[in-house]
Every structure is written in structure tokens, then in C-alpha cells.
């Protein structure tokens, strides 16, 4: 089964920009849709941004127009490109399959964005 190890996370002021990266251990051609998803403190895991394999996105709300996804299936890795973060943006991000996230999940990776 697919393992997924994201990167990339840190601590970053408000306004600044961060890169996420998924790596998946196998092929993630044959995935229709992959999506990124993020965890704050005390609250439910939301879905924030989907990319399907003929590369149409979507967006959460929240993070329409500063946060860009993308995917290299030759590499197998899925990318979050974070821009103007906020600190409402502060959260554990993951990826998965998207909207079941029926994979494995990985152990996440940390942002934080300072005010």
C-alpha cells in the first residue's frame, strides 16, 4: 500500500511562504484525486486544496488564491505552494487521497505561522 511522507513545514511570520511536499512510496498515477489537508489544535481535520490527475484544482475558501497545489506524477510527490500565510494557517498538514482520504495517513508536517 501507499506510504505518504510529507515535508516541508516550519515556522514562518504572517505574509511569509512555505513549500509542502508529499512523497508517495509507489506510483500516484492511477489516483484520480490526491488533496492536502490540515489540522489545527482542537479542531476537525479539513481538506484544503485537491488536484485531479488531468491537473484541475480546488480550493478551500479559506485558502483560495494563496495556496497553489500541485502534482509531478513522475516523482510521485504532490506539492503545496503557501503564500501570504496567515496565522490561521497554523496547523498539522497532510496529504491523502481526496475527499476519503483512504490511505494511510502520514505523520503530517508542522506549520506555524507567527502574527
Known amino acids: 500500500q501507499v506510504q505518504l511522507v510529507e515535508s516541508g513545514g516550519g515556522l514562518v511570520q504572517a505574509g511569509g511562504s512555505l513549500r509542502l511536499s508529499c512523497a508517495a512510496s509507489?506510483?500516484?498515477?492511477?489516483?484520480?484525486?490526491m488533496g492536502w489537508y490540515r489540522q489545527a489544535p482542537g479542531k476537525l481535520r479539513e481538506l484544503v486544496a485537491t488536484?485531479?490527475?488531468?491537473?484541475?484544482?480546488n480550493y478551500a475558501d479559506s485558502v483560495k488564491g494563496r495556496f497553489t497545489i500541485s502534482r509531478d506524477n513522475a516523482k510521485n510527490t504532490v506539492y503545496l505552494q503557501m503564500n501570504n500565510l496567515k496565522p490561521e494557517d497554523t496547523a498539522v498538514y497532510y496529504c491523502?487521497?481526496?475527499?476519503?482520504?483512504?490511505?494511510?495517513w502520514g505523520q503530517g508536517t508542522q506549520v506555524t505561522v507567527s502574527s
Open positions: 491523502n487521497t481526496a475527499p476519503s482520504g483512504y490511505l494511510p
Open positions: 509507489e506510483t500516484i498515477r492511477s489516483i484520480n484525486v
Open positions: 488536484i485531479t490527475s488531468s491537473d484541475y484544482s
